[in-house]
């Protein structure tokens, strides 16, 4: 594998090198799908497992000065185990004036390596984001409210868009 080899470094903080760092075997499945609960409710899923080691190293990795089987122990960098997420879109007429919908959606990413001598990672990530459309009959714009991970940042956005012309 060509990396871009990050280490902590006391002076400048992380020191980068591109470099071939090792051989690496991943194994791993995903699914995804979509079911229609009903005329106005979609449920998304997607599940994803991967399993990932080193299966030969060519580079000092963990900067101890030699490479060995404590280098190919290390953790492939963001290469998480588990990631997941889960969905929920309604969509709504109202009434003769256009149509709503509202999105749910979460997804969970497992804590994983972020450097490759395994001295810094990066946590796992609980996000979750909403969403509010309203879409008048016969225009071609809608305006959008929507949150991305509010339980960790106060932020909403609201938004107005053109559609393109179909």
Do not use: H
Request: hydrophobic residues 40%; aromatic residues 10%.
């Amino acid at each position: 594998m060509q990396r871009e080899v990050q280490l902590a470094d006391p002076t400048s903080g992380i020191v980068q090198l591109v470099r071939n760092t090792a051989d690496a075997k991943l194994l791993g499945a995903e699914i995804e799908g979509l079911f229609q609960i009903s005329s106005s409710l979609i449920f998304d899923f997607s599940l994803g497992l991967l399993d990932a080691s080193y299966t030969e190293v060519l580079f000092d990795l963990n900067g101890d000065g030699v490479i060995n089987d404590t280098d190919k122990d290390l953790k492939l960098p963001r290469a998480a185990n588990v990631t997941y997420s889960l969905g929920l879109v309604y969509e709504a007429d109202i009434s003769s004036w256009g149509s709503a919908s509202t999105r749910l959606n979460y997804a969970y990413r497992d804590a994983c390596a972020f450097t490759d001598d395994n001295r810094d990672f990066l946590l796992d990530q609980d996000i979750l984001n909403l969403g509010f459309d309203i879409r008048p009959t016969n225009a071609n714009w809608t305006v959008s409210v929507y949150g991305r991970n509010p339980r960790v940042y106060s932020s909403m956005t609201v938004s107005m868009r053109k559609d393109r012309p179909s």
